[in-house]
């Protein structure tokens, strides 16, 4: 299960200064990762349907910021936010970082990750489904386009990224 | 030895890709209105992304069922027939229906494209489904999760069609294609909308402690405890207090998916022509991971060898598997 405080009586002292440095210095290139996401996949707009413009705050547990997405093609926002100035979210999605990347890339089901508890979802379900079924609907990994995009480096962090984190909600593979 | 087809979900283009990679004979899948039990946010087929899709398919040699498996309201058919016009058009190679308006419009419609009787038709007797094979020329039914698999061999060697039972996935299986239980508390249905538990009414809350809510329309249907495992936001898979049970129990279902993988052989052996994956709303990670497992299950046993059955606890609604009525008609 995911931790159950809120997610601002989550911040220890310090880490406020912390999450604002993280924010800033992510930021370019979150931006680039999105922009280059939506040129690369116009066709997840359209089972966005109304939810172009809903606010989605996804919440990495263990990281000390969140991710604010606002998937309008008009005027994309994907943004890292400290949690104590987060938005007012229409939808809320909330699980271990990598479990979370995992399910944008397709490696793990999202309805399973809910029924093991390791996924919180709140706020407009509907808005949610969309979302996954959007992201759900694309070719290829999101996670390698994104660290792709960086090079060696990019690669690396995404290795050390997989390595660092235990995998045990996956199911099991047919060998 | 039956041709033990594999039936696989699709509920998006790129699901039916990764379905038809991982082994499927057949996709089903549907369009984005309600016409198909599926209608959900963000799911299924435009017209163009099921053209692609059935050449997809049919470059590698898999089948393109389309599901028309709702409910017309009066009045409103036509959304049905156009649906099946654009399906024949575009060349699937069956329609899966439930409504008998539908279904004697494609018979006489496209006499050549292959019916399938859904299973929200809910024909469990041999009477009613040679009714079904005898008036609009039904080649196949999907049988109600609520028959042994004595029975299902009975009613086998009295019907002139070939049999598909479900084998994996959702276990909601009250009373197939006439439940109305969403439609109390929603205003949509199930069987004429296409959904159970619309998602624009369904709340998750979070309580303090860790536990979890579930709610349709404003009503609490689950609570789970925080290290509990979740189901879906069901009516006939919620727990309710009564005055002889206040403690809560399941008054219906229980949140638990149907797994007839150690069921194979017998079914095989009993006559089934092909085994069917719930899932459509699953991902495309669910639909890889079960279409594999069930693949090698299925080409294991049709050689003659002890089929080695994935783990798929992991995937199950509240990670519980069950062999249901196909096991004992007492599964609960």
Redesign the interface.
Known sequence: MIPTSEPKARLRPGEGAIARLACLVLQPVLTRVVRRVAARHPSLFARLGPHQTTDFLIDPVELPFALHLRPDPQALVFRAVPRDTAPQAGATIRGRFLLLLELIDAEQDGDAAFFSRDLEVSGDTEAVVRLRNALDDMDGSLAEEASAMFGVPGRAVLARLRRAYPDATKPQEYA | MSLAELICPA?????L?TAVDAGADAVYCGFQDATNARN????NFTPVELAEAVAYAHARGTKVLLALNTYPPAGKVDLWRQAADTGARLGVDAFIVADMGVADYIARTYPGIRLHLSVQAAASSPEAIRYYCENFGVKRVVLPRILTIPEIRQIRREIPCEIETFIFGNHGLMVEGRCSLTNYLTGQSTNMDGVCS???D?????D???S?SSQLAGFTIDR?G???????PTICKGRYAAPHRPEGYYAFEE?VSLNLSRLLPELIEAGVHAFKIEGR??????V??VV??FR?AVDDIKAGREA?I???I??????KQTQGAFETKKWR
């Open positions: 509920g998006t283009p790129a699901a890709r959900f946010p963000g799911l619309p998602a624009s369904v709340e998750y809350v979070r303090a402690d860790g979890m789970f925080p290290e509990e495992k979740a189901g879906y949140p709303q699953r991902s495309k990670s669910y890889r991971s594999r497992a090698a080695n994935a783990d798929l992991a995937l199950t609604e509240g990670q």
